[in-house]
């Protein structure tokens, strides 16, 4: 019996370790996902430098209707839509960090990922507009939503 019950500590102790290298081995590949996909945000923003005061001033971007001479109306509007597609991508990176916090799986730097998905929110107007106008998608307006969790506050009366 003495020989069974030692059996057994030791099987308990090494799936014990297992699930600790297990667990250590997933959290690294998540934040190394996470930190390819905030590479390559940074990367949107190096090469198209222009995208930047939208996303980091809270600056509004030009209205193309009021814009009369028809090759700055055409600027004015491919700027538009490499605003919202940048900004389509920043969401689903949200909404991947979210997740990914919410699975207890990317913890070591919750506090600093959380605290930089809210001021993004309070530094971008595009970015608020784009999940104010597509919430459904990334999870409605709950409390535990990107809008509710992130977004709400500072996004107010955009």
């Known amino acids: 019996m003495l020989l069974i019950g030692a059996g057994v500590a030791a099987t308990l102790i090494a799936a014990a370790y297992q ?16 930190y390819a996909q905030q590479q390559e945000i940074d990367r949107i923003f190096v090469d198209n430098v222009d995208l930047q005061p939208y996303f980091w001033r809270r600056q509004e971007l030009p209205d193309a209707s ?7 109306k055409r600027e004015a509007q491919q700027l538009a839509g490499r605003a919202e597609a940048t900004a389509h991508r920043i969401l689903d990176h949200f909404a ?3 997740y990914q916090m919410g699975t207890q ?7 600093d990922w959380e605290a930089y998905i809210r001021r993004s929110f309070a530094d971008s107007l595009i970015l608020c507009r784009a999940l104010r106008d597509d ?20 996004c107010r009366g955009t």
């Open 19 to 34: 699930y600790a290298g297990i667990r250590s081995t997933l959290e690294s590949s998540t934040a190394s996902s996470l």
């Open 96 to 98: 991947h960090l979210k």
């Open 66 to 72: 009021a814009v009369a001479d028809p090759a700055a």
């Open 105 to 111: 799986a990317f913890t070591s730097e919750r506090a």
């Open 135 to 154: 919430r459904e998608a990334f999870g409605g307006t709950g409390a535990d939503s990107l809008w509710g969790r992130y977004a709400e506050e500072p």
